[in-house]
Every structure is written in structure tokens, then in C-alpha cells.
């Protein structure tokens, strides 16, 4: 997947050549705040030495731009260093600031001995609230909540610490735990001592992409906004530096407990029965445009596109289906990675059989908009070896297995298959047990052939193509 870049603010008119460009870099990494608004001493010597380079630059070559000439060039940065946040970010501070809020109170630091306790799910949807504001990045602004609009700030918001960290702090709030470990509310934090203004950053951690465990979805405050993306382990640039920890006041629930709402089993999906009286908490507000009533299984069929299938994927996220959708939102297009987190919610109510086939019914629907049941567990446990099916061939070997680079023998059998089928005609050689773009277009075209499209023929097989496939 292609990496996002972080935005660069560039003035009008502004000269861009490589050179300048460069030095418009150095200049904003120097901007960092005063030490008396809680920067770092590290600044103030980048400072000079830029306004000292950039001196010596005018009065030897007679003008702006031969500052470049008696600089040493700094190689271009590839996609990797454009992902490396490189934010520059505030020192402890209270809330609101040094200079404390509208009454001019400032406050104190919190203490990592008396933190408040936090469910998981609170600090997800304190973490999306600056996504929905699509908070701006600042080092030196704080936001209504009184939270810095950094990094830091955004992660001492998340865990309602009461005070502005940074990334040399968070720490003491938390213990390190390991990445088999990391639930949603967990942080991913890589703090540069020796230069922490330049490559410090922290993230929270909102669930794996799927169960290879290679990307998961980070909720970060960065350039130009707070932003919510599928990111590789541990992150973009400086990834083994990125070390996973678990906040200390963090309760071990995924959900809370609603008070007052009693905890009763629920019942497989059954088209026109009620739910016993007095077993649904209240319902949530529902966000403009969502549809409380189940709007019917039509609208879940293969290739449907439609307002309810994006509300269904985004009800699922926040189930725990984090893993289901590789780029971490849902969309409009019914696909196999809906049906698929559709059928994990159903398996975890303990349903089974033709209750838990991966189609919305009303009582699933209900489930979901009430915020009733059971969420997805948040890891998925080793699966036993497939074993063979009809004829000798091996069930669905998972998504995993198709997957850029990945060799296995899932992939030549589903090579030869395509071209027994018909649609081998991208192969110039093999097919082989590699997976390569010339599986993906062959797939693709077969998928297209069932009459799917958007995302249900993006030529990356899942069971309902490898069924058909070998039916």
C-alpha cells in the first residue's frame, strides 16, 4: 500500500529547488517553542547554527541563494523519511498551557501514581473525537479540551491524564508490554533522547489490520491533522524503535458496562421474533444518515452499493472487525471482507452454522446499532492446517497467503486452477507457488466474471472466490 506523505507548509513564490526546499526544512525543524513555553534546550542551537550557516552563506557568495552553495547538501528523502513525523512538540505542561486556562489557573503535571481509570472503548472515542474535529497539528496550540496539539498532547488527551506530556514522560504513565500484547487504548512510542524534537513520536494503537499482524490502525496527531490509518508494525520510518505500552489506569474491559443493563445470553438470529422484554440497553444517538430499522438482507447482496453496507462496516469496526478491513474504514460496496467481519460478529454471540453465514439479519442489525452483545475478541488464535476438501483440494488457506512475495502452494493451485478455468491469460510463464500481480489481474478477471465489482474484484481471492473457483 502506498505510504501517505506528511504535508509540508511551502509560501507562495518560494524557490523549489531541491536546495531551498532543504533549507525550508532545517528552518522549520529550528522553529521550536521558547523554553519558557516548555521547549526543549536543543532548539536554541539549532537556531543559531541556521541563522549563522545561512550569514555566512550572504556574505560569501553575495546573496540569498548562496546559502545553498556553502551548505552541505542532505540527500533527498525517499518515501520513508516524508513518513517519519520529525515533529517538533512541547515540553510537561498543564492543561491549557503554562499560562492555564480561560480563569488563569495553570494547574500541575499529573502524577503517574494517581492516574484515573479508563476503559478501552472511552479511550478510542476520546481518540476519535480529534479525528472527527480533524484537529489541526500544533506544538504550541492547545485545543478546547486543554490539550496540546501534538503528538503527546493528543495521547495525554486519549488517556485523560489531566496535564500535556511528551514523549520522554508517557512513559511513567504506562508499562511496556509486548506485541502480542497490544489491545486497542495501548500507545506505540519511539522517544529520540538525543534529539527529541527530531523523530519522537507516539501513536495509539486502534487494533490489527488482520491476522498477520504486519499493519494495524493508528490513531496519531500529525501534519496537516488527526488522522486514523492502517500503518505497518511498528511505524512508516524508525519502526523497531517504536515500543508498545499499556497505560496504567487502562481497566481490562473492552467495552464498558452500561449500569443497570443486565448481562443476558443472546439468541441466534430468528426473522421475526422480538427480543424478550427489558434485555436491550437504550440505543446510542445514531449519527446523521444512519438507519436504526434493519433496512433488509437486499442490501447485503454480492456487489450491492449502498448508504446501509458503509454504516454496517463502521458498526463492525468499532466491534473489534478492525482486522477485516486492510485500509481500516469501510466503504459503500458489499464485499467478502463485510460478510466475513459480519460472520466473526455472529461466531462471537455464539452462533453457529446457517445463524452465523455472514449475512446481516435483523437481529444482528439490532445487536449492532443497540451496541448489544458481544464485541469480536481482539485476537484471532492459531488455526489448525487446512485440511483437503472435495477431490483433494485444500479449503480456503486464508488471505495471508496472497500477499505480495508470499510463496506457498495455495498459489500455484490456484494458478493452475484459473487457467483450467479459462482465465490464465496474464501468465507469460508458471504459474508458480509466488505470488505476483500476474495472480492478482488473473483473479481479478474471474472475479469480474461472477458480475462482482469495487471491492469484490480487487483480484485478491477470498473463500467465496476460491468456492467458486474449485466448484
Known amino acids: 500500500m502506498p505510504m501517505p506523505a506528511f504535508e509540508e507548509y511551502e509560501p507562495a513564490g518560494d524557490c523549489a529547488c531541491r536546495g531551498c526546499a532543504q533549507r525550508r526544512?532545517?528552518?522549520?525543524?529550528?522553529?521550536?517553542?521558547p523554553l519558557r513555553d516548555g521547549g526543549h534546550p536543543a532548539a536554541r542551537g539549532a537556531r543559531r547554527a541556521l541563522v549563522l550557516a545561512t550569514a555566512a552563506g550572504v556574505v560569501l557568495g553575495g546573496g540569498g541563494g548562496a546559502a545553498v552553495a556553502?551548505?552541505?547538501?542532505?540527500?533527498?528523502?525517499?518515501?520513508?523519511?516524508?513518513?517519519?513525523?520529525?515533529?517538533?512538540?512541547?515540553?510537561?505542561?498543564?492543561?491549557?498551557?503554562?499560562?492555564?486556562?480561560?480563569?488563569?489557573?495553570?494547574?500541575?503535571p499529573a502524577n503517574p501514581g494517581a492516574v484515573k481509570r479508563i476503559d478501552r472503548t472511552t479511550i478510542i472515542n476520546r481518540a476519535k473525537l480529534w479525528l472527527d474535529a480533524k484537529v489541526p497539528y500544533s506544538m504550541s496550540t492547545y485545543f478546547t479540551d486543554g490539550y496540546r496539539q501534538d503528538c503527546s498532547g493528543y495521547v495525554s488527551m486519549a488517556w485523560n491524564l489531566g496535564s500535556n506530556e511528551w514523549t520522554g514522560s508517557l512513559d511513567s504513565f504506562a508499562t511496556k508490554i509486548t506485541k502480542e500484547e497490544l489491545l486497542p487504548g495501548d500507545m506505540l512510542l519511539f522517544h529520540n533522547?538525543?534529539?527529541?524534537?527530531?523523530?519522537?513520536?507516539?501513536?495509539?494503537?486502534?487494533?490489527?489490520?488482520?491476522e498477520t499482524r504486519t499493519h494495524y490502525i493508528a490513531y496519531e496527531q500529525t501534519r496537516p491533522h488527526t488522522r486514523k490509518l492502517a500503518t505497518p508494525y511498528g511505524y512508516w520510518a524508525n519502526a523497531t524503535k517504536y515500543l508498545p505500552y499499556r497505560f496504567n489506569g487502562v481497566t481490562s474491559g473492552t467495552v464498558p458496562i452500561v449500569p443497570t443493563t443486565?448481562?443476558?445470553?443472546?439468541?441466534?438470529?430468528?426473522?421475526?421474533?422480538?427480543?424478550?422484554p427489558g434485555t436491550e440497553p437504550p440505543a446510542a444517538g445514531p449519527k446523521p444518515g444512519d438507519v436504526t430499522v434493519?433496512?433488509?438482507?437486499?442490501?447485503?447482496?454480492?456487489?450491492?452499493?449502498?448508504?446501509?453496507?458503509?454504516?454496517?462496516?463502521?458498526?463492525?469496526?468499532?466491534?473489534?472487525?478492525?482486522?477485516?478491513?486492510?485500509?481500516?474504514?469501510?466503504?459503500?460496496?458489499?464485499?467478502?471482507?463485510?460478510?466475513l467481519a459480519t460472520q466473526a460478529f455472529q461466531r462471537a454471540q455464539g452462533w453457529a452454522g446457517a445463524d452465523a453465514d455472514g449475512i446481516p439479519g435483523a437481529?444482528?442489525?439490532?445487536?449492532?446499532?443497540?451496541?448489544?452483545?458481544?464485541n469480536i475478541p481482539p485476537t484471532v488464535g492459531t488455526a489448525p492446517p487446512p485440511a483437503p476438501g472435495p477431490g483433494g483440494v485444500r479449503a480456503y488457506p486464508g488471505a495471508a497467503v496472497f500477499r505480495p512475495g508470499q510463496s506457498h502452494p495455495a498459489v500455484a493451485a490456484l494458478g493452475r486452477q484459473l487457467v483450467k478455468k479459462g482465465f490464465g491469460k496474464y501468465y507469460t510463464s508458471g504459474p508458480g507457488p509466488r505470488w505476483g500481480e500476474t495472480d492478482r489481474r488473473?483473479?481479478?478477471?474471474?472475479?469480474?466474471?461472477?458480475?462482482?465489482?469495487?471491492?469484490?474484484?480487487?483480484?485478491?481471492?477470498?473463500?467465496?472466490?476460491?468456492?467458486?473457483?474449485?466448484?
Open 442 to 471: 488473473n483473479v481479478e478477471a474471474f472475479q469480474r466474471a461472477q458480475g462482482w465489482r469495487g471491492a469484490s474484484a480487487n483480484g485478491y481471492p477470498g473463500p467465496e472466490t476460491w468456492r467458486r473457483l474449485f466448484a
Open 262 to 276: 443486565p448481562v443476558v445470553p443472546v439468541a441466534p438470529e430468528v426473522p421475526g421474533v422480538p427480543a424478550a
Open 25 to 33: 526544512r532545517a528552518l522549520a525543524r529550528a522553529r521550536a517553542i
Open 294 to 339: 434493519f433496512p433488509g438482507a437486499a442490501k447485503f447482496a454480492a456487489g450491492a452499493t449502498n448508504d446501509q453496507v458503509a454504516q454496517l462496516g463502521r458498526m463492525l469496526i468499532e466491534r473489534g472487525a478492525y482486522r477485516f478491513y486492510p485500509k481500516g474504514v469501510a466503504d459503500r460496496t458489499w464485499s467478502e471482507h463485510d460478510k
Open 193 to 210: 533522547p538525543a534529539d527529541p524534537n527530531n523523530g519522537s513520536h507516539v501513536v495509539i494503537f486502534g487494533g490489527w489490520v488482520d
Open 70 to 108: 556553502v551548505t552541505t547538501p542532505t540527500p533527498t528523502p525517499g518515501p520513508a523519511a516524508l513518513d517519519d513525523p520529525g515533529s517538533p512538540q512541547g515540553g510537561r505542561t498543564p492543561l491549557h498551557g503554562p499560562k492555564g486556562g480561560p480563569v488563569g489557573q495553570p494547574g500541575a
Open 363 to 374: 437481529h444482528t442489525w439490532r445487536l449492532l446499532v443497540q451496541k448489544q452483545g458481544n
